[in-house]
């Protein structure tokens, strides 16, 4: 059975089933391979509960009465390489949303958190892979001390290197100096510095400000008391980036703290999903920037950079035409030119 652009997923527990400790909560679209790649990886640190067959046991007692349990709800944004009946036929413990649009990042996460009903919720991408007892380490930072609100793992890419994503919320400058040409030509300027807590080793468990999206583990109660809607938790202005700065700017205001886990580590694949539409994540990624820049530091300054994003754009479009008369890398630079035009088309609004 599947259900298509609606709140209830295909194997929902009965009303009678106790709640599970936590809710997992993946959108998904496209990324078949990569998400059957981090089911495997909660399966491999989880067992089945006999008298619920969709919850899993976790935690190093998981094999005890008691032990904490999970459940994990797929939100299928209108994937078209058969995700909800390969996820039907060999994960048949998970519950799934099957969307007959791409809802997008942010939309779909409040979908899944409709039908949740963790005490604590962990927000994870498809292209993630837990490791090791990562799971547990997240869950027990925030389950342990009633002040946090949420917490991320330390993240790696998929070579194990370090993957940045603490991060100091963003001051008026940071935008025009993180992720732009400013940035680039200066990588060791302060505002970017600041932003990724560059001078603060990722050793040490410490709080942050807020944590990128990729795996951020949430108590419910901090969600309830900042959610924008009945189940609205994530600003659906946002369809995808900044969403989770959003988020953690409002948990932080509400008086919870956000901490770092390093003894937690998550493989991340970055940027497979939105890495299909590289046009669409220019325009997402900018149009998140500026419309967070809007909502918390004025309409003044949110112009000022729209403005300069999109002269930015046009800057690299003259670039990218002088490279690609010198014959270079013909078909790269074309793309390129076709990305940002689509950028300036929408204007960042």
Known sequence: MTTKSTNQPINQSTPQSPPPTLSIIIVSWNVWDLLRACLRSIERVSRPVAEAPDVRAFGPQMDQPGAPTLELIVVDNASADATV??????????????????????????????????????????DTELVDDSLWQLF??????PTVGGAGPRLVYGDGSPQSNRRRFPTRLTPFFES??????????????????????????QEVDWLV??????RRAALEAVKLGESEVFDEGFFMYSEELDLCKRVKAAGWRMIFVPE?????????????????????????????????????IAEILRRYLLLEYRVQIGIEGIKLGLGSQREMRRARIGAYREVLRGGLR
């Open 213 to 218: 999206g990729a795996a951020l583990l949430m």
């Open 264 to 300: 937690a580590t998550v493989i991340h694949y970055e940027g497979r999903s939105s890495g299909q539409v590289v046009a669409a994540r220019h325009v997402h990624f900018n149009t998140s920037k500026v419309r967070y820049t809007r909502k918390y530091h004025g309409k003044l």
């Open 180 to 205: 732009t040409w400013l940035g680039n030509a200066w990588p060791g300027n302060p505002w970017a510095r600041r932003y990724h807590m560059a001078e603060w080793p990722d050793t040490f468990r």
């Open 85 to 126: 009946d390969l996820l039907a036929a060999l994960f048949p413990w998970v519950q799934v949303i099957a969307s007959d649009e791409n809802l997008g990042f942010t939309a779909g996460n409040n979908r899944g958190y409709a039908v949740s009903r963790g005490r604590m919720v962990y927000f994870l991408n498809p």
């Open 140 to 145: 027990h930072a925030v389950d342990e001390d």
